[in-house]
């Protein structure tokens, strides 16, 4: 299976620099909820970090059927 290339660069690439995002977005709503600076649903904590974990199984796939298979 070819992996998809956009602008000249792997998908991995991209997909990691999506679940870097995410992860601190995840991590800096958490933080800065739990030190009441702002008021954010935890679901929207909780919905970031499913969304940070599906991003990352993703991204892990293409690594290995680019590396391995």
Same mark, same amino acid.
């Given at each position: ?53 599906? !991003? ?9 059927? !680019?590396?391995?298979?």
């Amino acid at each position: 299976m070819p992996i998809p290339i956009i602008w000249d660069k792997p998908i991995t690439i991209w997909l990691g620099i999506l679940v870097f995002c995410l992860l601190v977005a995840t991590f800096s709503i958490g933080l800065l909820r739990f030190k009441r600076i702002i008021r954010v649903s935890i679901n929207v904590h909780r919905n970031l970090g499913i969304l940070t974990i599906l !991003a990352a199984l993703v991204h892990g796939y293409f690594a290995f059927v !680019a590396y391995f298979l």
